[in-house]
């Protein structure tokens, strides 16, 4: 294709957004709604499943050892327990350890209380972390097993949140992408088709002097492609301006403590990617499913 006709395509694309300007305008807007709650409930999805991988590293099961066990037979259990599946690594923990880190969560006025304390109050114990969180209560289990380990203690209530929150979030986000997919390419379809409808008699001329498909198609298809990386980019600014200020709320708030929120720095060439990505696919798509029906004279 000669360079001043393919320039000739791209003009009569651009200025075809103009000619059906308040059909445009709703594509860009509707485009910019559906990838705004698709960006929300991804990000969303993200910022859970994040805190589940930190949830799963700090996480663990503390297993205590039979008391009348030695130190030495106590020991000795830890390849037992590493040896058992999901579990990611232990820790052996004696009495004196554990008596230490007891201490030290108090203040040097407060530690003179436990001026007559002794090991002997602790137990061994193994602290046991995991690779699959959501295996927590298998873990458990087997752990329980372990001959010489008399009880476990593992935050399962927390963990079962996080995962069940996992869940929910994953399948709403799958199934509100796919359905505000569909409505974005339906959308885009119509404003194509009422260029195209507008333009059919002309379409049909050029079909019948022998122009191509493909020369036919071409300014359709930029304007589809324009409207989509428009409604892409004012989607992204928006959910940037929208990220940013959820995390000011949340940086105030007693849950960020709890919660890590990655910055939007660290996710907005991912997010922009992905936003230019779906408005270049919608555009496209949209257009030449709208024009095929008139090319066929």
């Given at each position: 294709?000669?360079?001043?006709?393919?320039?000739?395509?791209?003009?009569?694309?651009?200025?075809?957004?103009?000619?059906?300007?308040?059909?445009?305008?709703?594509?860009?807007?509707?485009?910019?709604?559906?990838?705004?709650?698709?960006?929300?409930?991804?990000?969303?999805?993200?910022?859970?499943?994040?805190?589940?991988?930190?949830?799963?590293?700090?996480?663990?099961?503390?297993?205590?050892?039979?008391?009348?066990?030695?130190?030495?037979?106590?020991?000795?259990?830890?390849?037992?327990?590493?040896?058992?599946?999901?579990?990611?690594?232990?820790?052996?923990?004696?009495?004196?350890?554990?008596?230490?880190?007891?201490?030290?969560?108090?203040?040097?006025?407060?530690?003179?209380?436990?001026?007559?304390?002794?090991?002997?109050?602790f137990r061994n114990r193994y602290v046991i972390y995991m690779n699959d969180l959501a295996l927590l209560d298998r873990t458990d289990e087997a752990v329980k097993a372990v001959n010489g380990i008399a009880e476990t203690s593992a935050a399962r209530e927390l963990s079962r949140g996080f995962i069940a929150l996992r869940n929910v979030v994953s399948i709403v986000s799958a199934i509100l992408i796919l359905?505000?997919?569909?409505?974005?390419?339906?959308?885009?379809?119509?404003?194509?088709?009422?260029?195209?409808?507008?333009?059919?008699?002309?379409?049909?001329?050029?079909?019948?002097?022998?122009?191509?498909?493909?020369?036919?198609?071409?300014?359709?298809?930029?304007?589809?492609?324009?409207?989509?990386?428009?409604?892409?980019?004012?989607?992204?600014?928006?959910?940037?301006?929208?990220?940013?200020?959820?995390?000011?709320?949340?940086?105030?708030?007693?849950?960020?403590?709890?919660?890590?929120?990655?910055?939007?720095?660290?996710?907005?060439?991912?997010?922009?990617?992905?936003?230019?990505?779906?408005?270049?696919?919608?555009?496209?798509?949209?257009?030449?499913?709208?024009?095929?029906?008139?090319?066929?004279?």
């Amino acid at each position: 294709m000669k360079l001043n006709r393919f320039a000739y395509l791209l003009k009569e694309g651009f200025l075809s957004i103009f000619t059906h300007g308040f059909m445009s305008f709703a594509c860009v807007m509707v485009i910019v709604a559906c990838l705004l709650i698709m960006g929300v409930f991804s990000v969303l999805a993200y910022i859970v499943d994040l805190n589940i991988d930190n949830l799963e590293q700090q996480n663990e099961i503390l297993a205590f050892v039979e008391e009348h066990l030695p130190e030495d037979e106590a020991r000795e259990i830890g390849a037992r327990l590493e040896a058992i599946e999901n579990v990611k690594s232990v820790e052996f923990v004696s009495r004196e350890e554990a008596m230490n880190n007891f201490v030290s969560q108090y203040s040097e006025e407060d530690e003179e209380m436990f001026s007559d304390l002794t090991p002997s109050v602790f137990r061994n114990r193994y602290v046991i972390y995991m690779n699959d969180l959501a295996l927590l209560d298998r873990t458990d289990e087997a752990v329980k097993a372990v001959n010489g380990i008399a009880e476990t203690s593992a935050a399962r209530e927390l963990s079962r949140g996080f995962i069940a929150l996992r869940n929910v979030v994953s399948i709403v986000s799958a199934i509100l992408i796919l359905i505000l997919f569909i409505v974005s390419v339906f959308i885009m379809q119509n404003t194509i088709k009422l260029a195209t409808f507008s333009r059919r008699e002309e379409i049909g001329i050029m079909k019948m002097v022998g122009a191509n498909n493909a020369f036919i198609r071409c300014p359709f298809v930029v304007e589809g492609l324009i409207l989509g990386l428009l409604g892409g980019a004012i989607a992204f600014f928006l959910i940037w301006g929208v990220y940013s200020f959820m995390c000011n709320k949340i940086a105030t708030g007693m849950i960020a403590s709890i919660l890590v929120i990655p910055t939007f720095s660290s996710l907005q060439l991912s997010v922009l990617v992905v936003y230019l990505a779906v408005g270049i696919i919608v555009g496209t798509f949209g257009s030449i499913i709208a024009i095929r029906n008139y090319l066929k004279v």
